[in-house]
């Protein structure tokens, strides 16, 4: 363990080398004291000014190691990177099954998949791993694995398939979709808190995967660093707005609309469907919405309009008819000209819930990508909402925004895809193995 940096260091002392003195041996201290020392003459002048020592200077801040020695389980009865904490940086990266794959393949790619996520979620690299001093900090590596439709097909086993995994339906009033974002046979998603660890997670496993699949898209997000916004409050999205508030918390007792009892949709756990989807017990979905945030022309509107189109202010995130974040939202409340505070088109009021069943995890990452020729941005949110059953849960809900939502004036989608989430793997097990059994 690294010792930690003494609380009343001052900016200066780390400036000028005294932090490798102070802190001794040790991965910060050796880590540290090299920046502090090499850095100095790079280092702006705001680091320079009077004594600001109830500042923690971030090379100094013993937390950071912890960052990186941060590990979630990759074994359990459910996957990771569900209702784990959002982690700052996230890669989604579909695949197609190549024609001719055999049911044996794709069992060994899960195998490996697995395998290699259990290491790499622990800090050692993967089997065949080639660079696996980049797996040394896992930061709350997670890998997730999600089947599309198509991978039953490819399998011959369209009969275990879940019977609402299929498309979401077009929603022609908003959808723009592109291929090139769209579908697959097989997802991983890779969460971590460090954008490195991504990359490697998402290059090895990818690896993995020759003959067999072939990627299709992939798509790289990100929220907040971590440590920057110590409130813990709900992340921001592009257009500056508190996003994530009303999500299903532990207090309700989400389990059964989140995850799967291993009955079908609609309840029973008889019948041919009842039985081919036993294996999905403690699976959940997840769907996917790659979203343009048109960031010029909202830019255009004032403040008070962009407040409107959602329900909420931009500074707190609370509704219209509160102060907080999190203070429930008045729908009947009225101004004194008599017009609801909360427009009923308004985003809020149109995605709530209408019914239980209609609670959805909501854990979304922005994107920001190189511009399209012809474009000044090319930015957005790549949503995702993760339930038991999409087509009971989410549909209803974006049914309602693709009618009328005053935020679809400046979002518009451009991906969509419908996974399912198998259950997690037991120690020695992989994911998915369940489907071909019993
Ligand atoms: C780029 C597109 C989107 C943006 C910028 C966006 C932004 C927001 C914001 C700022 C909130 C209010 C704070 C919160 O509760 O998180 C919200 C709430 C919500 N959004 Fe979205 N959203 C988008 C797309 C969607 C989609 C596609 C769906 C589902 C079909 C959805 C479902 C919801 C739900 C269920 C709520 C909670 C409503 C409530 O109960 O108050 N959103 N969204």
Redesign the pocket.
């Known amino acids: 363990m690294a010792d930690k940096p003494s609380r009343g260091l001052s900016r200066r002392s780390v400036l000028t080398g005294g932090v490798g003195a102070v802190m001794g041996g040790g991965l910060l201290g050796g880590v540290v004291g090299g920046v502090a020392g090499g850095a100095a003459g790079f280092v702006g002048r705001g680091a320079l000014d009077d004594d600001d020592e109830a500042i923690p200077d971030w090379r100094t801040v013993a937390d950071s190691r912890a960052v990186g020695a941060a590990t979630e389980p990759f074994h359990g009865a459910r996957q990771a990177g569900i209702t784990t904490p959002p982690q700052a940086h996230a890669a989604f990266v579909g695949f197609d099954v190549a024609g001719g794959a055999t049911r044996a393949e794709i069992q060994g790619v899960l195998r490996a998949w697995s395998q290699d996520a259990a290491r790499l979620t622990t800090g050692r690299g993967g089997l065949a791993d080639l660079e696996p001093e980049l797996a040394e900090d896992p930061a709350r590596l997670t890998v997730t694995i999600g089947f599309g439709p198509g991978l039953f097909d490819a399998l011959r086993m369209t009969e275990r398939r879940p019977s609402w995994l299929r498309q979401l339906p077009a929603f022609p009033q908003i959808d723009q979709l592109e291929d090139r974002w769209s579908g697959g046979d097989l997802l991983l998603q890779i969460c971590a808190d460090d954008p490195l660890v991504v990359s490697h997670a998402a290059r090895v496993l990818a690896s993995g995967v020759r003959g067999v699949a072939e990627q299709k898209w992939s798509q790289r997000g990100f929220r907040k660093a971590v440590g920057t916004d110590p409130s813990g409050r709900?992340q921001r999205?592009l257009?500056g707005?508190?996003?994530?508030?009303?999500?299903p918390t532990e207090d309700v007792d989400a389990d059964q609309l989140l995850f799967s009892d291993g009955s079908s949709s609609d309840g029973s756990s008889s019948g041919s469907d009842g039985r081919a989807q036993r294996w999905m017990r403690d699976g959940s979905s997840l769907?996917l919405?790659r979203?343009r945030?048109t960031m010029d022309t909202w830019e255009e509107i004032d403040r008070t309009s962009r407040e409107l189109s959602?329900?909420?202010r931009l500074d707190t995130?609370a509704?219209l008819t509160g102060v907080a974040e999190h203070d429930p939202?008045d729908f009947g409340a009225v101004n004194e000209v008599g017009l609801p505070l909360i427009p009923p088109e308004s985003?809020?009021a149109r995605?709530?819930?209408r019914h239980r069943s209609?609670a959805?995890l909501?854990r979304?990452y922005n994107y920001d990508d190189p511009p399209e020729p012809g474009e000044m941005s090319s930015s957005?949110?790549l949503?995702t909402?993760y339930q038991a059953d999409p087509v009971r849960t989410?549909v209803p809900?974006?049914r309602r925004?693709a009618e009328q939502d005053a935020?679809n004036t400046w979002?518009i989608?451009i991906g969509s895809a419908v996974f399912a989430l198998p259950p997690g793997a037991p120690e020695g097990g992989y994911v998915g193995q369940g489907l071909f059994e019993g």
């Open positions: 709900t999205n257009f707005q508190i996003d994530g508030t009303v999500n769907v919405r979203i945030m959602v329900g909420r995130g509704p939202a985003h809020m995605a709530r819930q209609e959805m909501r979304p957005g949110l949503f909402a989410y809900v974006q925004l935020l979002t989608p």
